[in-house]
């Protein structure tokens, strides 16, 4: 009986270390100052992973091995970029206004390159020196609080812009036009989310298991006795 019940609890052990699984991280190391959205990476080495994934965005987050810097920000998959060779950073093409800008991420075991949206003056900046369609959010036109301060609630509502430069006469003019996911739809206001919400808990299933596993030992107590009983009892004479 106890090799049976030997496979349930493999099974037990393996869900609850799925449920616990950290998501994937990476790391990159860099020899220049560099902006992400928020704030400026100085030369060292840095680990960035995914939060959270919604329909239309994922919600990036980067920090330094020495613990000092801490940047979280928006990112969008875009296949049109092409997979690095030698890293899984992106670097956009020409920096702005004499900075080096990171253009994205390519995360382990997915099959495009997270973009980084950056707030609306610094992709103005960067739209300006590439001729590329720059991912940007304008909270304060929304009458939310200027990034880096959102809130994981603004960052999942927020609207997502994509900035173009065209020339118009001698000045060059920026174009802004609402993002649209793969399928060509305008990202919804509220993004639905592909996944439960860091509010919501595992903690539920975990209990559920439990008390599954509690009833399978008491049912195998019970029976016990009943199949011990069986074995030692002396066969009867055929008659």
């Given at each position: 009986m106890r090799l049976r019940s030997t496979p349930f609890y493999l099974s037990l052990a393996l869900l609850s270390t799925s449920l616990w699984a950290a998501p994937?991280?990476?790391m990159f190391t860099l020899s220049t100052p560099t902006k992400v959205p928020g704030?400026?990476?100085?030369?060292g080495s840095y680990s960035i992973r995914i939060l959270n994934r919604l329909s239309d965005r994922d919600i990036v987050r980067v920090d330094s091995t020495s613990g000092d810097i801490h940047a979280t920000f928006i990112g969008i998959p875009n296949s049109?970029?092409?997979k690095p060779a030698a890293s899984n950073i992106v670097n956009w093409s020409n920096g702005a206004e004499g900075?080096?800008?990171l253009r994205g991420w390519y995360a382990p075991k997915t099959s495009a390159v997270t973009e980084f949206v950056y707030p609306k003056s610094e992709a103005v900046a960067i739209a300006k020196v590439n001729d590329s369609k720059v991912p940007a959010i304008?909270?304060?036109s929304e009458g939310r609080k200027a990034d880096p301060t959102l809130s994981k609630e603004d960052m999942e509502l927020v609207t997502l812009w994509l900035l173009s430069s065209s020339t118009v006469g001698a000045a060059p003019e920026i174009k802004a036009e609402r993002y649209k996911q793969a399928s060509g739809k305008v990202a919804p206001r509220k993004p639905v989310i592909a996944q439960l919400p860091h509010?919501?808990?595992n903690l539920p299933w975990l209990w559920l298991t439990g008390v599954l596993s509690l009833v399978s030992a008491a049912l195998?107590?019970?029976t016990r006795p009943i199949v011990t009983a069986a074995c030692s009892s002396p066969s009867q004479p055929i008659a």
């Open positions: 994937p991280t990476d704030t400026t990476l100085q030369p049109r970029i092409g900075a080096a800008y304008d909270p304060a509010t919501a808990s195998l107590r019970l």
